[in-house]
């Protein structure tokens, strides 16, 4: 069972998706919010599991009430979907980088809310790397400039290689194909290279290599070269 928490300031959109998320027999909705703060107040006293997070809202937004519902989070801090108007939003961008899992259009049919949803409780990443490639690349005059950035030096040459294709918005599969390694080694170096830089996930792996600069939007990712690669283990 999917223990979910929905927030939105608008009960009209509530009132559509609680009606939509009951039809599904693998989720119970847990509690409702209007804004915020309310949401931040409420991920603490109800179990939730994944929280369905309108972005745009008075007062406190989604993207702080984010950011502090997943900050010092541990495997028991519920994951947040955001809820966007459109895709190339500022705001779900900041979102992502506030620790949310990815983002999903409002008038999205209802099975790819479903999906989402179990992606998210599953701990996926909902936002396509591409998707949030272009999001960096129209917002990165937004990023914060001489703030101090995680140490890339403990990875391995592999490892950052990996990181540059997951920039590039490449799934393991085609990570896999293109670097001639088996697809579990790819999701062990990408396990990885997220315990390292210490991110939640793909989504915020591509923005730690804009953030850290190893990719900037005038040199879009692309194969590392000039590099010696450790030998790989078998399988």
Do not use: C, W
């Not at 009132?15 to 847990?30: H, I, K, M, W």
């Not at 309310?38 to 109800?46: G, P, S």
């Not at 999001?135 to 030096?153: I, K, Q, S």
């Amino acid at each position: 069972m999917i223990r979910l928490l929905l927030v939105d300031d608008q009960e009209l959109v509530r009132a559509g998706l609680r009606l939509v998320l009951r039809s599904q027999p693998d989720v119970e909705l847990v509690g409702e919010a209007a804004d915020g703060a309310a949401a931040v107040a409420m991920a603490r006293e109800v179990d939730a599991d994944v929280v369905l997070m309108d972005v745009r809202m008075p007062g406190m937004d989604g993207v702080e009430a984010t950011r502090r519902i997943r900050s010092g989070a541990t495997a028991a801090t519920p994951k947040v979907l955001i809820l966007t108007t459109f895709d190339l939003d500022e705001y779900a961008f900041a979102a992502i980088r506030a620790g949310a899992s990815g983002f999903l259009l409002k008038d999205a049919p209802a099975a790819d809310l479903f999906s989402a949803v179990r992606s998210v409780h599953a701990g996926d990443a909902v936002v396509a790397p591409s998707t949030t490639r272009r999001l960096l690349e129209r917002f990165a005059v937004h990023l914060p400039d001489g703030t101090p950035r995680p140490d890339a030096d403990g990875l391995t040459a592999r490892e950052r290689e990996v990181l540059l294709h997951v920039a590039r918005g490449l799934s393991n599969p085609e990570i896999a194909a293109e670097l001639g390694l088996a697809e579990a080694t790819v999701k062990t170096h990408v396990n990885r290279i997220l315990a390292k830089l210490e991110l939640r996930g793909r989504a915020q792996a591509v923005v730690y290599a804009y953030e850290s600069g190893l990719v900037t939007p005038d040199r879009p990712p692309g194969r590392a070269a000039g590099r010696s690669h450790r030998a790989e283990p078998p399988g």
